[in-house]
C-alpha cells in the first residue's frame, strides 16, 4: 500500500497548512485529521495537548502513513518532543520552519507573533528563534478572539478588523518588520492584516514554510501516487466540510467522522 503524509490540527484551520502542502507536492496522497470534538486546543493544558496529539498521531500511523505533519501550533508547541519520543517516522511541527523563515526575511531583527494563548505561554518560538538567530527579539501577543472569528467566517469583517488592530498596535508601536502568524487560522487573515500592517513588513504564514520546508527535505524521490486526499474528524463531519471548502477553495467529497473509543 502506498503511503500518504498524514497531517493533524484540533479541527478546521489546519486545513491552511493542508493546503500550502497539496500545492507543492500535488502528486502525494495526503490525510488530513481535524479533532473537531476536542477543537479549541489553544486555551487546554500541556497534559491534555500532549494526551490528544498522541491519540491523533496514533490514528493517522494506523492509516499508513511515512510523514507525519503537526499543523496545529499549540500541538507543535506542547506535544512536538512527546510525539518524536513515542513515534518512530518522521514529525513536523510548524513552528521551526515559521521561525527559521522570520529569522532569515527580518532586517531590523523585531518579530511579531500572534498565537493562541497556549502557543504564546509556551514560550517555544522564543526557544527556537534562539537557535536561528540568537539576536533578535519577539513580541508576542496571544489573540484568542480570531479562531472563532474565522470559524464564523468573518475573514474581512469590520469586527475582524478592529480587532486584530487592538491586538496589534502595540506591537506594530515597538517598530517591527516581521510579524509571525503563529496559528493555523490565521492565514486566511492576510487580507485583513495586511490592510493593518504596512506592506514593509513580512507577514510569516507557518503553513508556507512547512510546505517549503516538506518539499525540499522529505520529497526529494518521485512517488507514484495519485494525489489523493482523505479528510477525518471527531465530530461533526458536515461543519468541517463548510468550512473546509471556504478555505480550499475546492469541494470535499468525503469527511469520515471517527470515534477514538470505537478504533
Ligand atoms: N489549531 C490551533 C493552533 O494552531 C488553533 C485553534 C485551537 O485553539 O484549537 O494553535
Not at 37 to 61: C, D, H, M, W
Not at 77 to 92: D, G, M, N
Not at 97 to 110: I, M
Not at 132 to 151: D, G, M, R, S
Request: aromatic share 8%.
Amino acid at each position: 500500500m502506498k503511503k500518504s503524509i498524514g497531517i493533524f490540527d484540533s479541527g478546521v484551520g489546519g486545513l491552511t497548512v493542508f493546503k500550502s502542502i497539496r500545492e507543492v507536492l500535488p502528486h502525494r496522497n495526503l490525510l488530513y485529521f481535524g479533532d473537531t470534538a476536542r477543537v479549541p486546543y489553544g486555551s487546554k493544558s500541556k497534559e491534555t495537548i500532549i494526551k490528544y496529539s498522541i491519540q491523533n498521531a496514533n490514528f493517522l500511523i494506523q492509516q499508513n502513513i511515512d510523514l507525519l505533519v503537526v499543523a496545529c501550533n499549540t500541538s507543535s508547541a506542547f506535544a512536538l518532543h512527546a510525539l518524536k519520543k513515542e513515534f518512530k517516522i518522521p514529525i513536523i511541527g510548524v513552528i521551526g520552519p515559521g521561525v527559521k523563515k522570520a529569522s532569515q526575511v527580518t532586517k531590523n531583527k523585531r518579530i511579531g507573533l500572534i498565537g493562541t494563548e497556549g502557543t504564546i505561554k509556551s514560550k517555544v518560538y522564543e526557544e527556537k528563534l534562539k537557535e536561528y538567530c540568537p539576536q533578535c527579539k519577539i513580541f508576542a501577543k496571544p489573540t484568542p478572539l480570531l479562531v472563532p472569528l474565522v470559524e464564523e467566517n468573518w475573514l474581512e469583517h469590520k469586527v475582524t478588523h478592529m480587532v486584530i488592530k487592538e491586538y496589534i498596535e502595540s506591537m506594530l508601536a515597538k517598530n517591527i518588520d516581521t510579524l509571525i502568524m503563529g496559528c493555523t487560522h490565521y492565514p486566511v487573515l492576510k487580507k485583513t492584516l495586511r490592510k493593518i500592517v504596512d506592506d514593509k513588513i513580512n507577514l510569516i504564514d507557518s503553513a508556507e514554510s512547512v510546505a517549503e520546508v516538506i518539499s525540499s527535505k522529505f520529497d526529494k524521490e518521485k512517488t507514484e501516487q495519485d494525489g489523493n486526499s482523505k479528510f477525518f474528524v471527531s465530530d461533526n463531519p458536515r461543519k468541517f466540510k463548510k468550512i473546509g471548502e471556504s478555505i480550499l477553495d475546492f469541494s470535499i467529497k468525503n469527511v469520515k467522522r471517527i470515534n477514538f473509543e470505537e478504533t
